[in-house]
């Protein structure tokens, strides 16, 4: 069983005294400089250290697919190192299946690791950097070359067994990362930012490659990354990350139809979410209302039950509306086309409607391209029941 179940799990890098009172003076500092109410630098200092990791706790089931998304330097690649037994776990416990690892050396693990630099030996071959793991367990020979074999015929490569790695393309290098790792039959593959060392065109065949992989091979696969699309793409569950905290958890569907905050919106979605500030959420005769650049939007059935569910007071709140959400219309809001991008089967605009930028994903099928150049005015207008409505100061989904 490769089931993974992180309890309350913290990390503290421990620094000096001398460290720690330089570093939360540079916070104060960055505090004050900034005037938005509620602002929080990610500099996160206790009188032990720098906290990366805090409050982790998630339960990963045997053969599923977990992707751990968010910016460089929420903890991501912290926690995964903590799985795999090379960084030292502070507070909490790590079960992998029955077993409590905290201090289970990372060689008995049975987990194999997948780096983003791929860590090949470059003085031995495809076949041998394959292999070597399993050498250094003293597997006979024969069980070697059958299990090395399999490997590169599940990952197609083959025909480079011989090649060493300065010979190899970079997604030939990536593949046979992935054999090396494969090859021991692991209960749990790590995979640490695996394709971004690779242009985009090769990403996209990978990221097809990894699941064509994981569907072959049946163990549990906990992925890292920064790209939401990759963890869109290839998660069965994705885990936000922000400031060394879990943001949210669930299917890329429910992450990206219900955020459960303003991050989260921002985060997850491309092009990236449009966010209208300090817009007044009003109650009028039992519904709810927001105001839009003086244009009144009455709140659909769901967003009224959510809210008179929670005795919503008014309030000030920041409006999401995702970029395919915007549609074009005869009536509604108006601005000028300042970016026209064309992507072939949709146009992506860059609307300034009174000092807000907006993003719309328009299709081009039947759309007269004339009317999407720069410089021409563009009149659009949303679903209300496509909106997302977030507490101004908490910035919390009001309808969760």
Known sequence: MSSITLKNIKKIY?????????????????EEAVPEEGFKPNLQ?????VVAVQSFNLEIKDKEFVVL?????CGKSTTLRMIAGLEEISEGELWIGDTLSNVIAPRDRNIAMVFQNYSLYPHMTVYENMAFSLKLAKMPKDEIDKRVREAAKTLEITPILDRLPKALSGGQRQRVAIGRAIVRSPQVILMDEPLSNLDAKLRGQMRSEIIKLRQKINTTFVYVTHDQVEAMTLGDRIVVMKDGFIQQVGTPQEVFNHPINAFVAGFIGTP????FHKIPLTKEDGAYYVTIQDRKIKLDDRHQKALTEKN????????GVRPVHVEMSDTGFTGKIEVSEM????????????????????????LDLDKVKIGKDFTFNFNPSLLHVFDAKSEENLLQ
Do not use: C, W, Y
């Open 343 to 366: 992507m072939g089967s949709e146009v992506h605009l860059h609307i300034d409607m009174n000092g807000d930028d907006i993003v719309a994903v328009i299709p081009t099928a039947n």
């Open 45 to 49: 200092i206790t009188d032990e250290g």
């Open 272 to 275: 990236q979410i449009n966010f």
């Open 312 to 319: 919503q007071p008014e309030t000030e709140v920041i409006v």
């Open 14 to 30: 421990p620094i000096t005294a001398d460290e720690v009172k330089s570093r939360k003076k540079a916070k104060k500092k960055v």
């Open 69 to 73: 998304v968010g910016p460089s330097g």
